[in-house]
């Protein structure tokens, strides 16, 4: 245990080190975001990517006492499947395998859908799903509130929760669809 704490010690040093010489722009681009979604941003649930000196060099620094801490705690991390980011949220993605990832995004799309294209789907509509690929996996998508936004598409929040072996993750996700769509996506 001393020995892991030395490590991230060590690592929380060199990142203090690494993103002091770094521009501004790199120190708080994580903040300021680039205004992608889903899978595109996932960055293989928070690995990194390639080609960024700054981040090669915090990656190779952290990397490994990152990866250990979660093998020792047991936590799975999955990839973000690119064809459900407009459905799923890379918080819940990242705990979910793609078979469970693709649960998730059609729990979402029958909680949103409606008969009508010009009909809203009412606030408190949900969808469940239980994983058929792991035990104890399971989650629900519900519209939880409604808006329009200023470029006249219908918005709505809705909600997802996730439970895994009992412990729950929640992430709230803007969906819009245009006029006259059938389908809601998120929105950055």
């Not at 892991?4 to 120190?27: H, K, N, Y």
């Not at 889903?38 to 928070?46: H, S």
């Amino acid at each position: 245990m001393a020995s892991r704490a030395s490590r991230l010690a060590l690592a929380f040093g060199a990142v203090a080190l690494v993103t002091g010489t770094l521009p501004a722009q790199a120190q708080f681009s994580g903040i300021l975001g680039s205004g992608k979604r889903g899978a595109e941003k996932a960055d293989n649930c928070g690995k990194g990517k390639k080609g960024d000196r700054g981040r090669g060099a915090l990656g190779g620094l952290l990397g490994g006492a990152v990866d250990e801490v979660t093998r020792s705690a047991r936590l799975p991390s999955f990839v973000p499947v690119p064809s459900f980011s407009d459905q799923i949220t890379e918080s819940i993605a990242c705990k979910l395998d793609p078979a469970e990832q693709a649960q998730a995004a059609e729990a979402t799309l029958s909680a949103t859908r409606t008969d009508d294209a010009a009909a809203r789907p009412e606030v408190g509509a949900s969808a469940q799903w239980t994983s058929a690929s792991r035990e104890n996996v399971s989650g629900t998508s519900t519209v939880t509130g409604r808006d329009k936004d200023g470029a006249a598409r219908d918005c709505i929040t809705v909600t997802d929760v996730v439970i895994i072996e009992g412990e729950e993750t929640r992430a709230e996700k803007r969906m819009c669809r245009a006029p006259g769509a059938a389908r809601y996506s998120i929105v950055a």
